[in-house]
């Protein structure tokens, strides 16, 4: 596609219940990020992949929350248990390049809600 | 560890007079420094990125950014501004050997016409 795309937009759910957000980079893109976005809030990275591997996963605020990648293009964020708190949008991005000097790409956000 | 810093939460500014939305930042190595607009409902959008090289970086929309190494700073500037400018503007940084991006809280623009 031409850019990141999310799905699903908006999701709804209850307290306790699991969430998979899903995320598909922009073709050619080896690396792909998550970040959390609270309202007022700038974006919080949660992990980074670069092909099918997590990178760094240092961003993960528990283990409630897991990210995969099989083969190296669409990833999915899991989170297990949803608590109010993590209520935000949720937002991928890819970058065509893996070096620190690359521009990321993002998408429009998933925005969780718990209720 | 890295941190951005964007000391104002809103910057109010009437069109056609020039923009500065200030950022400054903390990090190991070689900075690499971002700048992101988000309009309502909407991903963030790239706008310019400095590496190396002149401290003065060009970017869409006709926005522009000064590094300052002793300042360690990079503020976002545009001549003129325009009343579609108004959205919310993020600094990010990214350090040597790093790879995820650090943001700033973010600084909402306001252009009245």
């Known amino acids: 596609g031409a850019g990141v795309s999310q799905t699903p937009s908006n999701k709804v759910t209850e307290k306790g219940k699991y969430v998979e957000l899903r995320c598909d980079p922009i073709s050619g893109h080896t690396a792909l990020y998550w970040y959390r976005q609270s309202l007022g809030q700038g974006p919080e990275f949660l992990i980074y992949?670069?092909?099918?591997?997590?990178?760094?996963d240092s961003g993960l605020p528990n283990d409630r929350f897991f990210a995969v990648r099989p083969e190296g293009s669409v990833s999915t964020l899991k989170i297990q248990r949803t608590e109010r708190g993590d209520s935000a949008v949720y937002l991928c991005?890819?970058?065509?390049?893996?070096?620190?000097?690359?521009?990321?790409?993002f998408g429009e956000g998933s925005r969780l809600t718990v209720l | 560890a890295q941190s951005v810093a964007q000391p104002e939460d809103q910057v109010n500014v009437a069109e056609g007079n020039p923009l500065t939305v200030k950022c400054t930042y903390s990090?190991?190595?070689?900075?690499?420094l971002f700048w992101y607009v988000q309009y309502p409902n909407r991903g963030l959008q790239f706008l310019l990125k400095?590496?190396?090289?002149?401290?003065l970086v060009k970017g869409s929309y006709g926005f522009e950014a000064e590094f300052n190494k002793s300042q360690t700073s990079f503020h976002l500037k545009k001549p003129s501004a325009l009343v579609s400018d108004s959205a919310l503007y993020f600094c990010a940084v990214r350090g040597t050997g790093r790879r995820a991006l650090t943001f700033g809280s973010g600084t909402r623009l306001q252009v009245q016409p």
């Open positions: 991005a890819s970058s065509l390049t893996s070096g620190t000097t690359g521009e990321l790409f």
């Open positions: 990090v190991s190595g070689n900075p690499y």
């Open positions: 400095y590496i190396t090289g002149d401290n």
């Open positions: 992949f670069q092909g099918t591997g997590a990178a760094d």
